[in-house]
């Protein structure tokens, strides 16, 4: 299935193939990295010597640094890299996100270890980037969309781990350049956390 | 050398062995990934396969979900798990922050693809990531800390990849169980982004 096989994907559908399986296992080696904790030296001293010949085999066969950037900024639309919906990025959840028709957009996700800042909870940082890409990306489905000029997050209550999170942005106003979005993090029907960004209509060059 | 070595240590020290080692490693097989991006399909399975066979040996040696919480706050001070900090998290960067004389702390850490919004630049929401952790971690040096209740963020320019980051937060004021804190990102001399933060004197109950 392509990225835009349906009119409101608007984040890279991730496939069962190619980099992105690598990526999801990444993501797998991430958190039972956390799972496990400080184990005996010897045996994590072999996970390492493991990890690193992966990593010295990738990079064997990657191109440089600029062809790779040109490359990611090629194509139109969905980006596959970002650290938030990027299936080629194992930092990223990853979030999938589909626009409404109302002109709002919507994800879900479930969040591990990985992004724990209290006990238990989401970090708060990790709530404040998956709303800054949210909101970018609701602008991009509205039609108008921008860099962040501000951004204002405020914390209702705790964001669990594990549990299923709705993630919704939504364009509000477009003024000259100025571009004002809102969006929130909800679990089981309230909000966590809730976000008020304003965007200027301006954007850095692709590399080519 | 231990975590607390120094004064001024803020942040839990990376150590050459252990999970440290593995997670470091880890690190660089997600860059790797990102890097290398969509190579041929077979070559990436065989990299899945690399990859599930870690993670499934480190799942079957890991404790619990509920263990490990416990155990993970057992301690008191820096925690080694974090998604800004940990060394024994793979999404952490990781920045090592460092009490400074003054009352303000600092960080400094080079950031790559993996952290990318616009090309060739700093994803928005890492910036906001790492800003909150830090005016967290100020507040501890300072010796009142709590949870984000408010985090504005200003984005003054693009904050670049591959280049020297400093990052710094001061605890501003408390008044009662409010505490206001601010901090930012500079790149070669300049502010990048910028954060306020109100935070409440409150904590949520470590995991026994």
Redesign the interface.
């Known amino acids: 299935m392509s990225a835009h096989a349906r009119p409101g994907e608007l984040t890279a559908t991730t496939r069962n ?3 992105d ?6 993501r ?12 005996s ?1 010897a ?3 072999s ?9 010295e ?3 064997k ?3 440089t ?1 600029e062809e ?2 040109v ?3 090629a194509g139109e639309g969905v980006t596959r ?4 919906t990027g299936p ?4 990223a959840p990853p979030l999938h996100l589909v626009g409404q028709e109302d002109g709002s957009i919507e994800g879900r996700v479930v969040l591990g ?9 989401v ?4 709530s ?6 949210t909101l ?1 990306v609701a602008n991009h489905w509205a039609g108008e969309s921008g ?9 209702h209550r ?1 964001t669990p781990l ?1 549990e299923e999170l709705v993630v919704t942005g939504r364009q509000v106003s477009v003024e000259g350049r100025k571009i004002r979005t809102t969006g929130e993090i909800t679990a089981n029907g309230e909000v966590c956390v809730s976000a008020d960004g304003i965007f200027v209509n301006a ?5 080519r």
């Open positions: 193939e190619g980099v399986a690598a990526v999801a296992a990444a797998r080696v991430i958190a039972a990295l956390l799972h496990a904790g400080d184990g030296a045996e994590m001293a996970v390492a010597e493991q990890l690193d010949a992966v990593a085999h990738l990079e066969h990657a191109p640094r790779r950037l490359d990611m900024w890299h970002d650290p938030v080629e990025n194992a930092i270890m990985p992004y724990q800042g209290p006990p238990g909870c970090h708060g940082g990790i404040a980037l998956l709303l800054d890409h970018g860099m962040t000029g501000t951004l204002t997050l405020r914390y705790p594990f954007h850095l060059a692709r590399p």
